[in-house]
Nanobody, 125 residues
């Protein structure tokens, strides 16, 4: 089992920045790819970003590409999502995810094994 706990959500004005954090515990963190999904009210869950276990590969969703960066610190069992140039449509619950699957493009349409409980990001216009 992998337990994931997110933090860093909050209220930010459009154009602002926010950094989300996720701490993992349980199984060996280094063996898992990590990522972020989001779900806005009344919408389906959407892939945001993923990073491989060695941090050499990253993959981003089309709606956030160029505005977000995912990175990880294996020594701290942490994964981060730096979000810039935020828009009101980025408002959602953001979920940390973990999975052994290192084929990150598959995260867009396949399920992942482990989820956090989410952190709410609200972007005001």
């Amino acid at each position: 089992q992998v337990q994931l706990v997110e933090s860093g959500g909050g209220l930010v004005q459009a154009g602002g920045s926010l950094r989300l954090s996720c701490v993992a515990s349980g199984r060996t963190f280094e063996g898992y790819a990590m990522g972020w999904f989001r779900q806005a009210a009344g919408k389906e869950r959407e892939f945001v970003a993923a990073i491989g276990s060695s941090a050499t590969n990253r993959y981003y969703g089309n709606s956030v590409k160029g505005r977000v960066t995912i990175f990880r610190d294996n020594g701290k069992n942490m994964v981060y999502l730096q979000m810039n140039s935020l828009k009101p449509e980025d408002t959602a619950n953001y979920y940390c995810a973990a999975d052994p699957n290192q084929l990150l493009y598959q995260w867009v349409y396949r399920g992942v094994n482990y989820w956090g409980k989410g952190t709410l990001v609200t972007v005001s216009s």
